[in-house]
């Protein structure tokens, strides 16, 4: 019998991966007729159709929503294709290096003992909304200028914006509107602000203002779309990732002491739970020309959905692909993409999860979840976990787990 499967519907927004085990199985790109798409939920397809982009139309947008219920798509380099996502996109590329990111770590690492300390001293709180929700909003606020009333306000609308309802069908409640005009109202009165005090342009933001292809430079619009994207994309995944972890190694005790008794392990438990619960879930495309894959022939116009969850959990690529096991010693997987679009934060991200990890398990020490209140994203887009509250008991702050007093990078 045929998958029944539909990106929008409860039980696949709930939990879509039974769909995408089922899908896995039929061993080619899955055709949803009333969406007239194809879910590729293979390693070899996603990995195959991401390389080959002049196959690929980045420009009616890169979310499900924008690509499949024509959704409003902000204009920037994400949503262009070859060579003019290249020339923008290359205004961005220095401040996201490895070398760029290595530089900020001091100041990350920072930023997450700032909003780490006060909640230590209560026994309870929430790694997504109380932590790591919070250390992303800053940390993009501080790279677009924000202040930190901003960048806290911002990420709340975000969150409003991506909020569902059970059984909602994209974005268009009453609560995502509000968010969303209220959000772009304030990155355009951010950007005049910008205009009028040259002073306040800075890093990104001083980037994005000085650039100019072919004598054309952006317009007031076109840098709130940039700042609106940046700021969802820096703040979005990584928090949930973050969050994912500490309930994926309080599932696993036996993994969990091994990471408490050895920091060292923290960055493999962290991009372990980036294969077994990829937060960006998918990201769509439209094809640009006809051409096959795995026996199907996509035709011009079809929509493609990249589903790295499922490609992530691809048996054929790893094994025991469903199991956490952050001792993995296995191939690559797509967490962050391949190909030109790939992920601007495949470097910054690593490396912000892995502070986080590191500062939260060195405060805490042994903690356990208060499961009956731990929340995942619902909806067609993203995964991982939105609530995850954690008891622990408080720690002599002198020392920590790893018996250092402070990490340095
Ligand atoms: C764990 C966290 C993250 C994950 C799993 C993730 C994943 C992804 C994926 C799968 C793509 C599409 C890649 C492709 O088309 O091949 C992408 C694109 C992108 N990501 Fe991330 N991302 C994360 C964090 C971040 C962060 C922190 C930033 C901040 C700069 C960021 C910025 C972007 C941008 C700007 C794009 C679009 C790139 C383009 O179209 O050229 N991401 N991300």
Known sequence: MAVDYDPFSDSVMSDPFPAYREMRAEGCPHYIESRRAWALTRFSDVWKASLDESALDYTHGQTPGQLLLGEPCPTTFMTMNVPDHRRWRAFLTPFYSQEAIDTEAPRIRALVSKILQPLLSSGKFDVYRDFANRVMCHNVGH?????????????????DMQHRERGQVGGGSQRNQAAAGTLFGALAAHVANLRRNPTLVVRQTKALIDAEVDGRRLSDQELTFYLFSLLVTGSETTPLSVACTIYLLAQHPDQKAQVLADQSLIPAAYRETLRLYQPTNMLARRARRDFSLSG????????LLFVYASANRDEERFTDAEQFDIHRDGPRDLTFGIGGHVCLGANLAPVAGRIMLEELLAGVGDYALVEA?????????????????IRFHRKDPAQDDFGRDRMGD
């Open 143 to 159: 790279d677009l200028g924000f202040t930190e009333e901003q960048s806290e306000e911002f990420r709340a609308l975000i969150d």
């Open 296 to 303: 199907k022939e996509i035709k011009t116009g079809d929509n």
């Open 373 to 389: 209140e731990c929340e995942t994203a619902y909806g067609e887009f993203l995964l991982g976990f939105t609530r995850v509250p």
